[in-house]
């Protein structure tokens, strides 16, 4: 495997730094009617695509929502709830329909001069195989069919082979890139509220969203108002969910 030396890891955010971050970050669900400015938007946009994601197909899209008609008409949609009257909305949806066009992508914009042979032949060949479930999920219904039956003799990757399984996949890298997307918010001093409060059918009316994506949250964004935050911080004991192996 080639290694990078010139993309080695920059100067770090010390464990404290990344701590304040994350831990400053709080579900805010009323905000200033301050504008946020496009350059801050671009920059935490540049931030959460730098999210992992599966395959690197970055299975995702965004829409900036910054006009307040639009704004005002994503209030009944978000059921009238208070984040929804932030100066900043931004959609994010997971996009299980773009993979065809991202294996394209890492081709096309693959950065060195010369696209090695072992990408170029896993996103023409192996991904599209992967990630292609057919006309109606039929040829998704014979690859779990065919992997059944190899997987008796090894161990393989048995999703995506559904339609389901693809909602799935975008959905997990996603939601990384929210996540992203409200640290670095935060990062700039700007809060944030992830909503899954809304009615998908009229959001879909009112942002003309394609039938294939999957809206997984809007997200709030603006300066933090009074009264902005509305419970003390609750995570439960990590001995709860944790399993040490
Ligand atoms: C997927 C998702 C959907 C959420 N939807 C809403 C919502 O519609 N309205 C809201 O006020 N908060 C919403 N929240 C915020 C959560 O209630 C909040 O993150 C949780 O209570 C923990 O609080 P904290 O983020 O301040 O730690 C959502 C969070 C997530 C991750």
Redesign the pocket.
Known sequence: MTSFPNEQLPAMASPAELRALIEG???V?RFTPEAVADDVIRDCLELAVLAPNSCNLQPWSFQVIRDPGLLARLHPV?MG???ARAPLIIAVLARPDTWRQACRNVIDYWPEAEVPARIRSFYSKTAPFQYNQGPLGLLGLFKRQLVRLLGLRKALMRTPNSRADMRLWAVKSTALAAENLMLAFHSHGYAT??????DEVRLRRVLEIPRQAIP??LLAVGRQGEKG?Y?P???FPLEQQVTWL
């Not at 509220?193 to 809304?198: D, N, T």
């Open positions: 970050r709080r579900a669900r978000c709830q208070n984040a509220c992830p909503m899954e409060g809304f997984i949250m935050v419970n911080r609750l995570r």
